[in-house]
């Protein structure tokens, strides 16, 4: 790479990719407040009518909601698409020097799937910017969804190829995987992947009429998130040896809590699918059920939240890349689990607690709850803004301390 850097994102990493991730997640927060709040009957989501009727006969503090939701999404989804592009343009300059080499040989070869993870945020992202703001797409929604199930094959094979090379590499020749350098959660990254390409896929189980489309939907998105399931069991359990061994590296210790993330992924995948078998092939689960359901993948997060959590503050992480002056691509992970806990956490509330009769919509008790994932998603944007100054404005760093 050139050492003319002027700001730490022109020491590029594959990793920046989780910028444009991060964007595209936030998207999906706001939306979440049109997906609960506005009344939708007879469809699966919210589409463009139904937000006109609810902000032309809704109250004020509906108004306001559908206002914010409105903003938010044209907002990050717009930052969604502008990084996604910087670094497909950064990625290709990449690949031309003899650091892009050395990552492909390295174990940080695998941060190369943050491109079909990003990629896959987008195509989620651009469905959700489509209901929301085009009048009568879902008059064509049929026709959509074979076109994005093709979208997200194109991505899920290029993530398969690069997982390919990886564990191809590694596997075949041995004693070329540095186990040294294993000591973190980085390795969950393809499981990451993975899971996004599932949810996708799982898009038109849960929102398509035609069978044909909701069985393909419903096989294809088992098969992308049973393989990300593995894959992270067997990187977690790898890595977390390393780091009971050499401890936590610290530029990529927000990886930690890659799995929350990835457990918010693979929930929605299960509940669309549940919402495909109820609707097309009459299998009926119980609103107690996917409470209980939804309780057990908010109790995993929040213990690999702690972990995380407990592990930076003991390193003095935000200290240094957050709030101090260096500098590691590694913190645009930070974005992902709180994005992805606000998330689960409304699909908790509303669809575990208020679905099963535990909490009345919109009382002083639903408020209270929904405050929690509220502060985290506002936190997350803060902390956006926040890495987007820090990486991409001027900065006197001379380059980016690089995460693996």
């Known amino acids: 790479m050139s050492t003319n850097v002027k700001r730490p994102a022109d020491a590029y990493s594959p990793l920046y990719f989780l910028g444009a991730l991060g964007a595209g997640g936030l998207s999906v927060t706001f939306f979440m407040f049109l997906f609960f709040w506005v009344p939708h009957n007879g469809r ?3 589409i463009f009518e139904d937000i006109m009727a609810a902000f ?3 109250d004020l503090p509906q108004q306001v909601a559908i206002v914010i939701a409105w903003i938010g999404i044209a907002t990050f989804a717009f930052l969604n698409i502008k990084y996604l592009l910087w670094n497909f343009s950064a990625l290709a300059a990449f690949k031309k020097t003899d650091a892009y080499e050395k990552l492909r040989n390295s174990n940080a070869e695998t941060t190369l799937l943050a491109g079909p993870l990003a990629t896959a945020m987008t195509i ?11 009048p009568k797409l879902w008059t064509i929604v049929e026709y959509l969804f074979p076109l994005a199930m093709v979208a997200f094959g194109i991505v899920g094979i290029w993530a398969l190829r690069i997982i390919g090379d990886f564990l191809g590499r590694v ?3 041995g004693g070329i995987f540095d186990v040294t350098a294993h000591n973190s959660f980085a390795q969950l990254l393809p499981a990451f992947a993975l899971s996004m390409v599932a949810v996708g896929f799982a898009a038109p189980a849960a929102m398509s009429t035609a069978t044909v489309t909701v069985g393909a939907a419903m096989v294809i998105s088992t098969f992308f998130g049973m393989a990300a399931l593995i894959y992270a069991v067997v990187a977690a359990i790898t890595a977390f040896s390393s780091m009971l061994h050499y ?3 610290k530029e990529a210790g927000p990886t930690l809590m890659v799995i929350v993330p990835i457990v918010t992924i693979l929930s929605i995948m299960m509940l669309r699918q549940s919402h495909g078998l109820h609707v097309t092939f009459n299998v009926h689960t119980s609103a107690g059920e996917t409470m209980v359901f939804l309780a057990r993948m908010i109790a995993i997060q929040v213990i690999f939240l702690m ?4 592990v930076l503050r003991r390193q003095g992480y935000f200290k240094d890349f957050v709030f101090g002056s260096k500098t590691s691509p590694g913190s645009y992970a930070l974005v992902c689990p709180g994005v992805a806990f606000a998330v689960l956490m409304q699909f908790f509330i509303n669809k575990g607690l208020v679905a099963a009769g535990v909490l009345t919509k919109f009382s002083l008790a639903y408020w209270g709850i929904t405050f929690v994932p509220l502060i985290s998603m506002s936190l997350m944007v803060l902390l956006v803004f926040r890495l987007n100054r820090q990486y991409f404005g001027k900065s006197a760093t001379p ?3 690089p995460a693996e």
């Open 44 to 46: 699966p989501v919210p």
């Open 56 to 58: 032309s006969q809704g």
């Open 124 to 134: 989620n992202g651009l469905f959700i910017v489509g209901l929301v703001f085009v």
């Open 171 to 173: 596997l075949s020749q």
């Open 247 to 249: 401890g936590t590296a």
């Open 307 to 310: 972990l995380g959590l407990t």
């Open 399 to 401: 380059a980016a301390v």
